[in-house]
């Protein structure tokens, strides 16, 4: 089985930062593309950034210059880092990973969520 676990959402006043981390785990040869999603009440899961196993990283436009989406292989670690947070972007945000087991089959994964409030 393979697990995602985030960590890092909370509460901050506009203009703050908070750093998102997620961690895969379980019997898998390789993670692969990864990904930050984010949803809110009503609304369908949108993504925010995604970052491939070679490091290169595409933004959702609402978000670029603001967060920096980064990895660590080893780790089998995805990080985001959120700057200048605004009310809207308050969120769940979702960890997501696409990994290869070693029987060579892969699947897409997510994690359980993890809340991001910003306060005006």
């Known amino acids: 089985q393979v697990q995602l676990v985030e960590s890092g959402g909370g509460l901050v006043q506009a203009g703050g930062s908070l750093r998102l981390s997620c961690v895969v785990s379980?019997?898998?040869?390789?993670?692969?593309?990864m990904g930050w999603y984010r949803q809110t009440p009503g609304k369908q899961r949108e993504a925010v950034a995604v970052?491939?196993?070679?490091?290169?990283?595409n933004y959702a436009d609402a978000v670029k210059g603001r967060f920096t989406i980064s990895r660590d292989n080893a780790k089998k670690t995805v990080y985001l880092q959120m700057n200048s947070l605004k009310p809207e972007d308050t969120a769940v945000y979702y960890c997501?990973?696409?990994?290869?087991?070693?029987?060579?089959?892969?699947?897409?994964?997510w994690g359980q969520g993890t809340q991001v409030t910003v306060s005006s």
């Open positions: 379980g019997r898998i040869f390789s993670v692969n593309n």
């Open positions: 997501n990973a696409d990994v290869t087991y070693y029987s060579g089959s892969s699947s897409n994964n």
């Open positions: 970052i491939t196993r070679g490091g290169t990283a």
